[in-house]
């Protein structure tokens, strides 16, 4: 007689142990100096604290971990402006000028509140330049919800800010642009969400509907951005804001040798089309960029690491039971010598002059 059916199971509780034998290579360091270009040491937005941030903890302890690491100098996007980018500078970059680079913001209330914001936008880069940032961190606010004087939604690639970019081109500094989350994001919350869980846990991060543009829109806007000013370099977050679409990411650096890309929080998108991904990199070894997107930690590290260094098959993007993003393993790139010292710190360097 066959025996009964089990009750049905809560798709939270399910956790499958992958029945496959595969290797499980330990990459305690890396093979060649890292640079993280792509972290958070202190605030993403005024009182938006980051989990697990530094903030508190003596810098020694930072210094040690990222010696353990293989880790040779972190990029802190952090800096925001004004007062707060002086206190971030003198925290990290002064002390260890050869560890640290602090990037400035956007003052996102200067959009809103300010009927011609553009020369104080200007100002303010010129001023966080010349107190010692490195670069220029823009964030999703601009293009999904930050809206204008007159309340319209403004765009990256809105005329407005075309003096912005191109007094960042004119000071030799690359800005560092996240202006869109994983397509599914902004897909409807149903059965067919590939990210279905992570945005049950997470509501705020879905922006489907209502009055956020179209994931496809946003995006559009980012290509033109890049195109129409070519004089500035521009590092898009999240390997181009668009890992799930690596060949229309490729299509716009081969447009725009003026675009470089980090992989920062993407190694659920990346290790999951590992030869996609290979191809990507080997193309573009010159303008991709290392970067976790997470608190400086061993085991982050080292999972990266073994990413890209490996031919591991099958194995968690991240650490925990259940995997955060979506319900899948991933792949190692195993790349060569020569790609792996570029994407892990030469092309940052030369960048940012480390």
Excluded at 163 to 177: H, K, N, Q, S, T
Excluded at 268 to 274: A, D, F, S, T
Excluded at 315 to 320: A, E, L, N, S, T
Aim: charged share 25%; with cysteine.
């Amino acid at each position: 007689m066959t025996p009964p059916l089990p009750p049905a199971l809560a798709l939270t509780d399910f956790l499958p142990r992958p029945a496959c034998t595969v290797a499980m290579t330990e990459v305690r360091t890396p093979k060649f100096p890292v640079i993280d270009a792509h972290n958070h040491l202190g605030e993403l937005l005024p009182g938006l604290a980051f989990s697990g941030s530094w903030r508190r903890r003596p810098v020694p302890e930072l210094i040690d971990v990222l010696d353990r690491a293989g880790v040779r100098a972190v990029v802190d996007l952090d800096g925001q402006t004004g007062d707060t980018l002086k206190r971030e500078i003198a925290r990290y970059q002064e002390p260890h000028p050869d560890r640290f680079a602090i990037f400035t913001g956007l003052d996102y209330t200067a959009l809103t509140a300010e009927a011609d914001f553009t020369p104080v936008i200007v100002r303010a880069l010129r001023e966080g330049v010349a107190a010692g940032a490195k670069g220029l961190k823009i964030w999703k606010p601009l293009g999904l919800t930050t809206r204008d004087a007159a309340g319209h939604l403004i765009a990256p690639n809105d005329p407005r800010l075309d003096d912005l970019w191109a007094a960042a081109g004119e000071l030799g500094i690359p800005v560092l642009i996240h202006i869109a989350d994983p397509v599914a994001f902004f897909r409807p919350l149903d059965p067919t969400n590939e990210r279905w869980e992570e945005l049950h846990a997470h509501p705020d991060w879905h922006f489907h509907g209502g009055d956020f543009p179209a994931f496809e829109v946003v995006l559009d806007q980012f290509a033109d951005l890049v195109t129409r000013h070519p004089a500035t370099t521009f590092i898009g977050a999240h390997v181009g804001c668009w890992a799930e679409n690596l060949p229309w990411v490729s299509a716009l650096m081969d447009r725009c040798s003026n675009l470089f890309v980090d992989i920062s929080a993407r190694l659920g998108e990346l290790g999951r089309v590992p030869y996609t991904a290979r191809d990507f990199f080997l193309r573009h070894a010159g303008r991709i960029l290392f970067g976790t997107d997470s608190p400086p930690n061993l085991d982050v590290y080292r999972l990266h690491y073994r990413f890209l260094e490996t031919r591991d098959e099958y194995f968690p993007y991240g650490p925990g039971p259940r995997p955060a993003q979506g319900r899948w393993m991933i792949y190692g790139l195993h790349l060569p010598d020569d790609v792996l010292r570029r994407v892990y710190a030469e092309n940052a360097a030369g960048l940012l002059g480390l």
